[in-house]
């Protein structure tokens, strides 16, 4: 089971409570939850340290993907701001296994570089991949880690902006033309981190899962069993919901 996180952190703590409700009658043998780009693993973590959820899940493992093709760059006082450096080394540190991502687009000189950067921000017992595609053996992702302890102290709950890093949701996303749509997403302007979520694309029978980063977009197709509404959700910094104007002038 899956969970994709984009919501307060309470908003978690309910879930959880409401799926243990739910399958009171079965196991759930594994709970993946995905957050975002922009989210605080300490506060995910610190969830699964309250005592009655801690009494139904046993975390396991905290899995921090990391983009290495910008890792240097986030991390540089001249390429980014404090908010983003903070936010990512804090990521990287609560981490139980680090995924060096995208190191198809990296040289070895500079996977060289990041191992080092690595190395001063990490315990020198978590282990760090390099891997495509986030391409690894489940036997190694499996494997039962342990949580750092200040991972359960802080159960204080951030709001969705992180510094100066915002998400904005829109839902009941109308039927876009791929081509057109592709475009738009290229045109947006740098602050735009990520863009990810549910499209119906024109001339299509079903929904299609979309993800933008990097100015790359990927398209996934899914099957007619998927009945969620259209839906897009765009992370970056110092969005404003004016940015989205071109959407409608432009796609719709």
Not at 190 to 197: C, L, N
Not at 205 to 221: E, F, G, M, P, S
Request: hydrophobic letters at 40%; a neutral charge.
């Amino acid at each position: 089971m899956c969970l994709v996180l984009w919501v307060h952190y309470k908003d978690l703590y309910h879930t959880l409570r409401s799926l243990s409700v739910q399958h009171i009658d079965e196991n759930i043998d594994i709970l993946l939850i995905e957050g975002t780009g922009v989210a605080h693993p300490r506060e995910v973590t610190g969830v699964f340290a309250r005592s009655d959820i801690a009494e139904i899940f046993l975390l396991k493992s905290t899995i921090g993907i990391v983009d290495a093709s910008h890792f240097l760059d986030y991390l540089s006082i001249f390429a980014s701001s404090k908010e983003i450096r903070t936010l990512l080394k804090e990521q990287v540190q609560q981490s139980t296994i680090v995924l060096l991502n995208k190191a198809d687009r990296i040289n070895e000189k500079e996977k060289v570089k990041i191992q080092k950067k690595i190395e001063t921000i990490l315990e020198t017992n978590v282990p760090v991949y390099f891997t495509t595609y986030s391409d690894i053996e489940m036997t190694k992702i499996r494997k039962q880690t342990q949580i750092p302890d200040n991972n359960k102290i802080n159960t204080h709950h951030h709001p969705q902006h992180h510094g100066d890093i915002v998400t904005l949701k829109v839902e009941n996303v109308p039927v876009v033309e791929k081509r057109t749509f592709t475009k738009w997403l290229s045109s947006l302007p740098k602050d735009v981190i990520r863009v990810k979520g549910l499209v119906q694309l024109k001339n299509e029978d079903y929904l299609t899962h979309v993800q933008y980063a990097d100015n790359v977009v990927r398209y996934t197709k899914l099957g007619k069993e998927d009945k969620r509404s259209t839906v897009l959700i765009f992370i970056g910094r110092e969005l404003k919901s004016g940015m989205l104007d071109s959407f409608s002038n432009e796609l719709l």
